[in-house]
C-alpha cells in the first residue's frame, strides 16, 4: 500500500513539474501551452475561451479602423473583406495596419488579402476565424456600416462551440456538432432561438 502511494505522488511530481496542472492563461495573443492540448481534449476545452476573446479584439480593431479611417479612403466605414487584412491592410504610401494580432490574422480560413509578407496560416489556440455578411445582406453589396465574424473549432475534438460577433459587439455561442464554421451571421430569430449569449 506504502509502495503504491509513493508511485502515485512521484507521478504526480512528475506532471506538476511538466506543467500539467499549470494554471496558464489562454487569452487570446498569449502563448498556446502544450498544457492546452492535454486540457483541452479533456475537461475544459481551453480554445473555447480564447476564440470569444479574439472576436472581441476584432470588434475593437472594426471599431479603430472606421473612426480613424485606417484604408486612408476619405470614408469611416467598417473593413469587410476578412480576418487578415485588419493586420496586413496598409493606407496609400503607408504600412500595415496591423490593428490585431498576427496569429488572429494568421488564423483567418478565407483570406483575401496576402499574409505572406508576414506569416503563414495556421489555426489559433485550436480555432479558425472567418469575415461573415448578414442573412439579409447583398453579397455583392456589403453594408459599411455593419461586419460580423466566426470562429470554429479546427476539428471536433477541439471545441464544443462555435461563435460569432457582429458590429453589435455581442458574443453568442451555439453547439458546432460537426459544421467548420457558417456562411452568413443569423438573422434575429435564428439568433435568439439557436445561439445563446457568451460572456
Known sequence: MRAG???FLGILALLVALGFFAD??????????FTTVWWSRGFCRSGERPASTCLKTLTSAQADFRANDRDGDGKNQFWRGDVTG??????????AIKLIELSVAAADDRPVTDLSPYSVRSQKADYWFRALRHADEDPKALD??????????????????????DENN?????VAAGRRGIEVFPAPEELRTQWSKFD
Open 170 to 174: 455581442t458574443v453568442y455561442r451555439a
Open 5 to 7: 502511494l509513493q508511485w
Open 144 to 165: 459599411p456600416n455593419r461586419f460580423a465574424y466566426c470562429a470554429f473549432p479546427d476539428i471536433p475534438g477541439a471545441g464544443k462551440y462555435l461563435f460569432i460577433v
Open 24 to 33: 496558464l492563461p489562454h487569452q487570446c495573443g498569449h502563448h498556446r501551452a
Open 86 to 95: 485588419l493586420y496586413t491592410l496598409a493606407p496609400p504610401g503607408g504600412t
